[in-house]
């Protein structure tokens, strides 16, 4: 049995793997301002497909620009690689775009960046991570072949949840790459992607173990990687979540 010791070491560490050497170093968050200035970023979200209710691009309608989806992709990250709408871009690293196949039918969509993905500028390098492609193998998924994003794409100063403004500024950009992939089935990772991308006021819970639509594109919700690692006992749900998942999956594709 581990000591007291043993024991706080390992919290520690754990908390290191997920939040980085800035876990205990003061940090100013900048109020949640919208610049002035029309950037490229700015430029950005006016190329996405009208909206079809409330002011929301459909991720659902299919992209009528040419080329592949690859090139699509390539394009739009220089578009908007150098945002600075909002505070987020002052405080980031690297700005983590999104990472895997381009014409996957299946994307996943966690919350935002961390530590490691700040500072690697790609999505789920960290331990969650590591945890989240050992859960897509033990469903038969590889992750090259899926597409993996976040709601937001540059870190959240100290790993905090991002706020309404700062998800109301880059959803776009996400809705955007769900247009250029068309995957047919989304896992939201944790509260915050379902929350922001199925308009649903409700808790983890009451979200689970359903399949929602985000305009043509079925979607179920689990955990975030993360929050598995911090909570141990909530891996056997999440297990159930992503079973469910699959089969969906090989409903559609059998």
């Known amino acids: 049995m581990a000591s007291?010791?043993?024991?706080i070491i390992e919290s520690l560490l754990t908390q290191k793997d997920l939040y980085g050497d800035e876990l205990f170093r003061k940090t100013l968050i900048a109020?949640?301002?919208?610049?002035?200035?029309?950037d490229v970023a700015h430029k950005a979200i006016k190329k996405i497909s009208s909206p079809t209710k409330a002011n929301e691009p459909d991720p659902g309608q299919k992209s009528d620009e040419s080329g592949n989806a690859t090139e699509k992709l390539?394009?739009?990250?220089?578009?908007?690689?150098e945002c600075m709408?909002?505070?987020?871009?002052?405080?980031r690293n690297k700005f983590v775009y999104g990472v895997g196949n381009p014409n996957a039918r299946v994307m996943l969509?966690?919350?935002?960046?961390?530590?490691d993905e700040d500072a690697q500028g790609i999505p789920f390098v960290g331990r969650a991570g590591q945890l989240l492609t050992k859960i897509l193998e033990a469903i038969s998924f590889k992750r090259e072949?899926?597409?993996?994003?976040?709601?937001?794409?540059?870190?959240?100063?100290?790993?905090?949840?991002?706020n309404p403004v700062e998800i109301e500024t880059c959803i776009p950009y996400?809705?955007?790459?769900?247009?250029?992939?068309?995957?047919k089935l989304i896992l939201c990772l944790g509260t915050t992607a379902a929350v922001s991308l199925l308009k649903?006021?409700?808790?983890?819970?009451?979200m689970r173990n359903k399949v929602h639509q985000i305009g043509e594109i079925k979607a179920v919700v689990t955990y975030h990687p993360a929050a598995l690692l911090r909570n141990p006992n909530w891996k056997k749900d999440c297990w159930a979540d992503v079973q469910f998942f699959r089969k969906l999956y090989d409903e559609m594709y059998s």
């Open 85 to 91: 709408e909002c505070p987020l871009g002052k405080t």
């Open 109 to 115: 969509v966690g919350e935002g960046p961390g530590a």
């Open 174 to 183: 996400l809705y955007k790459q769900i247009e250029i992939i068309q995957p």
């Open 74 to 81: 390539e394009q739009f990250y220089k578009e908007i690689c």
């Open 145 to 162: 072949e899926v597409y993996i994003a976040n709601i937001v794409k540059c870190r959240p100063p100290g790993n905090r949840t991002p």
């Open 200 to 206: 649903r006021k409700e808790s983890l819970g009451a």
């Open 4 to 7: 007291a010791k043993q024991k």
């Open 31 to 38: 109020a949640p301002v919208l610049p002035e200035k029309k």
